[in-house]
């Protein structure tokens, strides 16, 4: 990395200390962890308290200087930047999908510094270099898009609504890579409940439809800040939709969305200070029925039944046979 | 039978919604069709009038009479381009 490169990442590495450190002294308006956590109150299984607080406000700064930063290379600092400062955890997984000829759809939550995570996730694909993503076109595209543009990406940002749809949908089919974000709560019609976090979440159903449309991969990509200016990017096991299909389109839906989100809720738990979305989490989930009492066999009645009605379930997990049987 | 009538059938048929539902509607979303139904609807249209719709085509299409306005466009620039290749 270049000198000046090298100054500028020291500096913004002492705010982002700095920052870290003093976040629990942020005035009460201006703390989206306490927010966050006033919405959480009173949910079981979810995190909370004055050091999750504290620990999701740093990660909001920590990001949007990542961000900031990363902006600010010029092209040969940001690819040095993605070998140096970039490490990857499980991208072996999805190597022979990146060499592969199907189409693949890279999927993340509203996760840590996103946009630096597909960049780095694109970095490691061989070869093919074009990837769609539904950005906002007004506010957040132009910057995303030079940060591809110079992280050597040809990236196309499609538009909302019907036309992205259809935009996504084509570009799927011409093989290419698509970026999608399915924990996206603002404008969902139609949507499907799925477990998460203890609760049911509404999640929209698009990723897994695409997928099964047109046969493409789901590679779930996630990025976490790491110290002095770094990214940890960790790219999931790749699902394939063609595990679900010879089931019913809604129930192939389901549990493709069903095996994303148990991937994003693994990745979560382990940093759940970075996910976006705390503050809107109650309002888009709802509880389910606490447990019943241990001699009460009606779960293991109910495990069973979803056995028997989704064979693929004793697949992944062959341990089920012996509970249920 | 026009257009707008075709479509309506077709959405009725594909996506199994009551025709009295269609004709009350006045969008997609009062209709009970999401963009990924849109889609399959788009795809059999597609077949149906042999055009093809490109995403830029859609913009601004809210409802089912939008979306057969746009067929009309494209299979009269359809029809006037293959009688020009015939001319």
Redesign the interface.
Known sequence: MGVAATVIAKAYGAVDMAVAAATPFAQKRFHQGWRACQALSGMRDTPSGPYFARALLASRWRCALLLRYALRLTRPQLRTFLEDRVTYEGAAYAQHVFNGTRPVILAAPHYGPAPIGFVAAAHRMSGRRTLNLFYDTQHLAPQIALLFERGGIDATTLLDGLPGVLAASRALSRNEFLVMMPDAFDDITQTLALPFYGRMLRVAPGTAFFALRTSAWIVPVMATPARQLGVHVTIGRPIDPLRFAGLEEPQAIFLLSRALFTTFEREIRRAPEHWYNWETFPRVSTCVAPPGRLDDDAPLRLLRDKCEASPYLLQDVPELEILVR | MDTFTTIQRLAAERLDIPMDTLLRARTF?EAGI??????DL?TALEGRFGIA???????G?HSLSDLAAVVDRLVTRASHACEEALA
């Open positions: 979303g999401d963009s990924l139904a849109t889609l788009i719709i490109a995403p830029e085509d859609l913009d299409v």
